[in-house]
């Protein structure tokens, strides 16, 4: 992870502190770029602190991102992913851990780890937000982690 306030004459169009997240495998690097302008205060230690937890779980999910897509494009598929590729990778690796999850508990990990939060998809099942929470408890003790980061590290293989 990288802290940089630009100079001017690096980027005259740009008054912004940034932070770099940078993951790199072979000659392949994916950089997630945050800004704040610098009219506000610079990224605190707690802030970076933060973002570098987040890296660990959303770096891995990009890079095996990019590798799917590598893969499909190796296949000769030149569309985009099908909106069932998550469903197919999250059921393979349930089925390669050998864990079997009820259909509500897949559709809760599934709603989370493409960005719903707990409210989102206590609307979408029609139940409570306590019933969604109830269900990745399940689920996550079931994978041996804890809560929906843990659920996004398992995702991506760690």
Known sequence: ?????????QHPQRNTHQCNL????????????FYRLTTLRAFSLSELSLLKSLSDTLLPLVEHHAQSL??????????????????????????QDSITLSAREQEVCL????????????ARLKVKNSSVETYLKRATAKLGVS?????ARWMAGG
């Not at 030149?78 to 089925?95: H, I, K, M, N, V």
């Not at 809560?147 to 659920?151: A, T």
């Open 70 to 95: 590598v893969q499909a494009g190796s296949r000769g598929a030149r569309q985009e992913p099908e909106p069932g590729s998550l469903d197919q990778a999250f059921s393979g690796r349930l089925a």
């Open 147 to 151: 809560g929906r980061h843990g659920l």
């Open 1 to 9: 992870m990288q802290l940089k306030t630009p100079l001017s004459k």
């Open 22 to 33: 940078v993951s790199s495998q072979g000659d392949r690097r994916r950089i997630i770029c």
């Open 111 to 122: 709603g989370l780890l493409t960005g719903g939060t707990v409210a989102e998809m206590a």
